[in-house]
């Protein structure tokens, strides 16, 4: 019988490469999995779309292919693979394959995903995991104060 494997990424903010989370997760794992870790890894809420672009900058992004978007579960037309039907595996085939996740396309929160290493399910341990946590997120919605609620203006969600 052989053992189950995991993929280990390393996941940095794109324009804040010294912060950065290593997660394991099972390889067999879709790419939904893998973005709601990524995502509870930087402390956000998991509440808005997504996607996995296979570009990591310009501004064609969004044309990339491969690509995998939540839009293409949703029904909506897109050329974008499932997210809730593809694997980690099949999207990160190898060591060295990065691709940019894209999350709340609002506030435009992008994350490099890079697969550093594979390796094997240990029994009893629970997947996905976080390994290693380098740098204070930022906050993801930023701060409201009485100002901004009563005129109606959103604060800025981006720290930088």
Same mark, same amino acid.
């Given at each position: 019988?052989?053992?189950?494997?995991?993929?280990?990424?390393?996941?940095?903010?794109?324009?804040?490469?010294?912060?950065?989370?290593?997660?394991?997760?099972?390889?067999?794992?879709?790419?939904?999995?893998?973005?709601?870790?990524?995502?509870?890894?930087?402390?956000?809420?998991? !509440?808005?779309a /997504?996607?996995?672009?296979?570009?990591?900058? +310009? &501004?064609? =992004?969004?044309?990339?292919?491969?690509?995998? %978007? *939540?839009?293409?579960?949703?029904?909506?037309?897109?050329?974008?693979?499932?997210?809730?039907?593809?694997?980690?595996?099949?999207?990160?085939?190898?060591?060295?394959?990065?691709?940019?996740?894209?999350?709340?396309?609002?506030? !435009?929160?992008? /994350?490099?995903?890079?697969?550093?290493?594979? +390796? &094997?399910? =240990?029994?009893?341990?629970?997947?996905?995991? %976080? *390994?290693?946590?380098?740098g204070?997120?930022?906050?993801?919605?930023?701060?409201?104060?009485?100002?901004?609620?009563?005129?109606?203006?959103?604060?800025?969600?981006?720290?930088?």
């Amino acid at each position: 019988m052989t053992a189950a494997g995991t993929h280990i990424v390393r996941v940095t903010l794109q324009d804040e490469p010294t912060i950065y989370r290593e997660i394991e997760v099972e390889s067999r794992k879709t790419l939904s999995v893998l973005a709601e870790t990524i995502v509870h890894a930087f402390g956000f809420e998991f !509440d808005h779309a /997504f996607g996995f672009y296979s570009k990591l900058t +310009g &501004q064609d =992004v969004m044309r990339s292919q491969p690509k995998y %978007e *939540l839009f293409a579960d949703m029904g909506e037309k897109t050329d974008a693979r499932s997210v809730r039907k593809t694997s980690v595996a099949d999207a990160f085939p190898d060591v060295g394959y990065t691709m940019l996740f894209m999350f709340d396309y609002g506030d !435009d929160w992008r /994350f490099v995903v890079e697969v550093i290493g594979m +390796g &094997q399910k =240990v029994a009893k341990t629970r997947y996905p995991k %976080e *390994l290693k946590k380098v740098g204070e997120a930022p906050e993801q919605y930023g701060s409201w104060d009485e100002d901004d609620e009563s005129s109606g203006v959103q604060p800025q969600s981006r720290w930088f």
